[in-house]
T-cell receptor, first 113, second 110 residues
Framework: GAGVSQSPSNKVTEKGKDVELRCDPI?????LYWYRQSLGQGLEFLIY????????KSGLPSDRFSAERTGGSVSTLTIQRTQQEDSAVYLC???????????FGQGTRLTVV | QKEVEQNSGPLSVPEGAIASLNCTYSDRVSQSFFWYRQYSGKSPELIMS????GDKEDGRFTAQLNKASQYVSLLIRDSQPSDSATYLC??????????FGAGTRLFVKA
């Protein structure tokens, strides 16, 4: 596609359920980022994939969060046993790698009730 | 010390004035510097990139970079109410990972 695509756009889930968020980056982009943004707050880095290198998971807030990137393309962010504090917008971005600009998807708004 | 620091604001300027947004970074080997604009409820979008010391102008926007001082700024001339948004500074350093600042909220009063 022309841009970074995220799905779903909105997700409402019950506390304790698992959720999967999907990111389809721009074709050819080797770098992929996941960020979280709570209402009125800045971007919180979660995880970074660069090519075939081991991902930088330093931003994942707990072991309930995990992410994978299959075939160097699509990425899935999984949150297990969701909590109310997980409610936020989850943004995915991709870039050509190196020191290139990042392009953002439209985000997934997660609400845990 | 945060890797990329910005004043959270809000910064309020009257319409037609110059808005000055500042950012400092800690990684001395940083090579690429970006300014993103984020409207409320929207995703960040790139408005300026700069890679070498000095100024880079694009329309009403000017990015300034001083690597010796580890400082990058964004000037918005003739500010308009439509410029009201959060401005994110982003830096790509030695690890190739792009790191974002927390953003500065700008309000342009009509």
């Amino acid at each position: 596609g022309a841009g970074v695509s995220q799905s779903p756009s909105n997700k409402v889930t019950e506390k304790g359920k698992d959720v999967e968020l999907r990111c389809d980056p721009i074709s050819g982009h080797t770098a992929l980022y996941w960020y979280r943004q709570s209402l009125g707050q800045g971007l919180e880095f979660l995880i970074y994939f660069q090519g075939n290198s081991a991902p930088d998971k330093s931003g994942l807030p707990s072991d309930r969060f995990s992410a994978e990137r299959t075939g160097g393309s699509v990425s899935t962010l999984t949150i297990q046993r969701t909590q109310q504090e997980d409610s936020a917008v989850y943004l995915c971005a991709s870039s050509l790698g190196g020191h290139s600009q990042a392009f953002f998807g439209q985000g997934t708004r997660l609400t845990v009730v | 010390q945060k890797e990329v620091e910005q004043n959270s604001g809000p910064l309020s300027v009257p319409e037609g004035a110059i808005a000055s947004l500042n950012c400092t970074y800690s990684d001395r080997v940083s090579q690429s510097f970006f300014w993103y604009r984020q409207y409320s409820g929207k995703s960040p979008e790139l408005i300026m990139s700069i890679y070498s010391n000095g100024d880079k102008e694009d329309g009403r926007f000017t990015a300034q970079l001083n690597k010796a001082s580890q400082y990058v700024s964004l000037l918005i001339r003739d500010s308009q109410p439509s410029d009201s948004a959060t401005y994110l500074c982003a830096v790509s350093g030695g690890g190739f990972k792009t790191i974002f600042g927390a953003g500065t909220r700008l309000f342009v009063k009509a």
